[in-house]
């Protein structure tokens, strides 16, 4: 296969424009789209509609070209956002175009990109073994359209799944059936949880043996520092995005990872960018930081409430939110290293690297 | 004079145990401390009370040591509090003790500061030359105090002032005079301009025939680069504290500073803790960053509403103050440079430095 | 004419479900659908994108019903929203529909509602005379459209009007035109304000002897009673809502009106509701709230500071702005007296009542 | 006993200017106070601190009159703040006064006041039995000391208790004991629930045979409707306030209370006032309102989410807390009918009243 990836700028949630100028102009092939992977100006929460509206309005300007219904286009493709630009953090997505290819071989491989969903997730399933499974097959899956053989390719996997609601809480009542939690917000660090350790399942990180229901959310010494995961309501089965580098696969691109050590760890940043094969002394250069295409960075207020021995206020701040916080200063750190602010940061990190660690992965031009 | 710089962390507006143990493990004497300049961690805006609670605190403390009262403490030294610790920034202060010392001569000099506050501002001179004129005054007896020749061994001066309030309006109408706005918070801009201008003039970076009323919070190619101003209801009077090397001031520390070209200027940043005389390759080391006593910042957001050219939501944003983001952005870029996030950034950069531009000062250990 | 009034609810910014099942149940002809007024969930700032959100959802709904473009549908229909949910305040939106009728003559007249939009207001216009005799000469046309000859028979004017963004402010430049303001943020008074006076001078409640572009914005004893204006970046005309009762109206709802004095005057709301011919003692039953068909009301910080010679925090907060503390009060009292928090409160208040005092008006069930 | 109550409005948390007056003016001798309960202009979460900064501002100039260090203040005087002054509450005081009296006997007795605290709740017992226990036996002293036979003529008992913090937490680790919970915020909702159990059961409104730890925060269906408690990280013991009218008490006060169904119950407000003698029809009169001393009052979220079958966004909203959606709404219903916003009005309801009912109780002059 090969990869595409084009960033473009939004003005607003609602902001299709520079996308329809790169298609209008020719520029990709809106057919060969596969995934959009972006940021809006929401205050990243609960009520943050600002995610459900460049769903729409994206799938709007999609449906024209393709001559297909805005549903259809939901089909097609998965969006993925994330809000809450805070600080230097600039709305933008990160559109994804796969075209097949029987090119390949090239040395070190090149960006690839799988994405499968699971069955629907019942409710009283949410956050147990059962999602835990199911992700991981879906992982496997990617695995094998990738054409990726070693798990040690693998540097970055999004998976978007479902959170408890009032209505699914009220639906497995119904039923009977026990859940989790019965507090929609509660919800997330067991959805995001066991979404990530199905992706360590997945990749062969976590033995089977170690996990039951009891260690989700719980044991953190379990899990993969590739996943990136995240919980919506609007959701009822889980979609994986898994991008690695491949033999089979063409294309300008490659991709790296590396682990933060906390919120400010620039040394993390660059080492993703040398992981993905962009080298550099010290920093980069204007001319190394043109061939970043992308970022992706989860950020989290560290548990102790301290970073390098400094107490933060993240924690305790009544009117904005820890991951607000972590997100405007994570952002800025990469931003400050890649001296592109357009990046993918969002928050929640269960079973994603070990706990106050982050992912960060790095799409590089060749 | 002998210059000491002590940190201290601060585990709520109130925790003063750290300065506290300080003094009672006799590190130094309470009778020599001049000056306190801090972050605390309320919202910033007009209604953070945690600045006022700081004060109180440290007064009580240190009336204690003193025998004196809080009053009196209050005379003899400067508290500057800066509310606001967003993203990784840490509460704390920075205590900075004077002595008399025969000692000097050394190369390059060391950090000497001196203390001045200029007569009480009447409401109709706010934000207009004759405030201008006043600090300028003070910076030059701060000169002469320091016995710094060369303004250009000046690197940090920072000013607290008054604004207008409903008070001191109503007394302007009562006596019939006119002010340069009405509005409180809207006085802010007029305040800190004004100051800074009154710094500039002080220091020979600008000619005062290029100064009238009419171009104070307009002007903005005229500025100072190493003014740092701020202003509150609670002050009659400004109050200069100026920071620079001098020939005549032994201890252990010198300054330097630099110009930020924006919220991820971490070459900036590092230009200032070379400036300052600590050498290094690419980054810091953690050597190195022992070195670093104290970092003094402002950020603000950028006019334009973008950074290298990306769109931030800094100024749009109706839930989270603009100054609020730029902070949590500095401040993150500022300790992924030093290690510490226990710095001073503000916000507010009128005719400090160039419009979207911003100062940075570090204080290090010889 | 014949206006009918259907509030429903809205499960978020984009939720149309309850239009949807009014419209399939046959409740109205969606081809009578006129105007629709609501308020969505959103901050009620510049970066609340829940109004867009539900202007579009509501297009894409009624363009499959009308057979037409959701262009087409933003033509034919009137959208006014207020973002804000503050307290109790329940996100809705009340339908006006709008049918021919030989009808009326009947006492008192009944509800009468006239839509009428102005030519585009330049951004050198917004703000001044230009803009205030416009918006006047389109209450005149609503005037003969709903046959109203008494101004006393007029209720409630709503004006939507466009404000300064960096776009305009950039094409006056280009054309050499000087504004009234080059703060986007700040152009919102005058832009509310003109507007608010040219409901006064077209219902001939100001002399325009009186009005000049000097006084906008700052002489705040001319005002209407009955106007409540907004502005927008998004719209380039103004668009005027007329609602008052007339003799040449039939239908089943009256409309009348009061002024508020302070967010605390749950009398002035009683007021209103008498005033719009629903008779009560004390406080209305349940029964009688069963005939409040919706209200309408504005709602504003004092300028004092104060209500009822006590200070609250609404303009020294800096957390939360003053508009969302003045909506969340305003809309708790209007709620316990009518016993429903469907209720459409907004912000700004310039030129529409007295300084601190505020407009509401209420459509009743005959 | 004689009761007096003395309402001081505060300029800012630190403003004690208007006591300071009235104790200058002789108005009553500030021996005399045992308890001040107030509102302060903070955001009300975990990092409000114009709480502890109106304590040590009224410690201070109390210590000046009383001639005694500010600590001993503390420890004759009880003060209770509840931050967040959302919508029109107003920043202030009441100040309460005992005197000892031989008068007594006239007819429904007067206000009575007694204030007892439990020994220090270890971490481990926090929001368990052993608390409701130790709270359930300061209650029964206070009826003791206020002659108090009938539990039915308590109207209002306010609990201050402690909350688990990082400390105490690390404190039971140390000591190998259990906790409720190991979330600081999460043990709020035990420790304001074991300490209104407490109430209960000192008033025989529960049976003890009903109670255990297992029900605490869980089973909602036991409660005491006049308790009012709070928790705060700087207790160790538990500090009860009882107000009731008693045979044996004198002075110019009685305080009845009532049940808000919700946060627009306007009738509930006027039962409180009617239950404790204030007579009126429809709405009190401004000479009715001149008699009221001070209302006492709790607002909190619906749980379901709606308020009279309208959704609000009290529970979704990210950007401000639902406890400050709930006080602004109810805190302006309240002035609405009593004209005054200088009132009480907190939140968090765990076993006061019935979930999403909420305790309010007024002091009214004879």
Redesign the interface.
Known sequence: MEIGAHKV?M????GVSELERLIEAGTFDPAAIVASIGKT??????????R??AT??YQLLLARFLECSPEEVGRRIAFVWSGG????????ATIFTRKPSSAGGLPGGRLALAIEVTRDIRPEEAGTMAQVEEVAAAVKRCLAATGITDPADVHYVQVKGPLLT?ASIADADKRGKTLVTRDPNGSKPYARGATALGVALGLGEVEVADLSDAIIAKRFDLFSPVASTSAGGELKNCEVLLFGNSASASGAFRIGHAVLAD????DGVRAALRDADLPF???PTRDDADRIAAIFAKAEASPT????G?????L??????YE???R??????I???T????IFVSGGTEHQCAPSEAPIAAVVRV
């Open positions: 700028a003005n607003a949630p609602s100006e929401g205050n990243g929460g609960a009520n943050d509609f600002t459900g509206f729409l309005s630009c805070e600080g230097v953090l600039s709305p933008h009032p919120a400010i760890d620039a002394d010290c920093n409430g301290a970073i390098r400094r107490r933060n206020t993240m305790s701040d009544a009117d904005i939110n607000r916080h972590a405007a200063a994570l952002g800025a750190v931003a400050s290293v001296g592109d602010p357009a």
